[in-house]
Nanobody, 123 residues
Framework: QVQLVESGGGLVQAGGSLRLSCAASGLTFSTYTLAWFRQAPGKEREFVAAIRWSGGSTFIADSVKGRFTISRDNAKNTMYLQMTSLKPEDTAEYYC????????????????WGQGTQVTVSS
């Protein structure tokens, strides 16, 4: 059974930092790409970042490039999203997801999703 469990969300002031974690289990990791998406109230789910478990190639949305970093710890089967210089517009529910194929930027192709963790950035 595949499980993706996010943690690390919270309330932070603009300019602050947070690190999100996604603990994954039940996957054949070498065949998956894991990603972070976010969804603000009234908006569509938006791609944030992705990492290929095999090889570690990363992909970052332009809206967060230079501020967010995605990484993984193979030994812990955990993916991270380090978020710095946070802005109020980063406020959203952040989701961890996993997929085998299809565009990494397109939410519907993802096979598995976590329950989400809320990030709120105050101005």
């Amino acid at each position: 059974q595949v499980q993706l469990v996010e943690s690390g969300g919270g309330l932070v002031q603009a300019g602050g930092s947070l690190r999100l974690s996604c603990a994954a289990s039940g996957l054949t990791f070498s065949t998956y790409t894991l990603a972070w998406f976010r969804q603000a109230p009234g908006k569509e789910r938006e791609f944030v970042a992705a990492i290929r478990w095999s090889g570690g190639s990363t992909f970052i949305a332009d809206s967060v490039k230079g501020r967010f970093t995605i990484s993984r710890d193979n030994a812990k089967n955990t993916m991270y999203l380090q978020m710095t210089s946070l802005k109020p517009e980063d406020t959203a529910e952040y989701y961890c997801a996993a997929r085998k194929s299809g565009s990494i930027y397109y939410a519907p192709v993802y096979d598995y999703w976590g329950q989400g963790t809320q990030v709120t950035v105050s101005s």
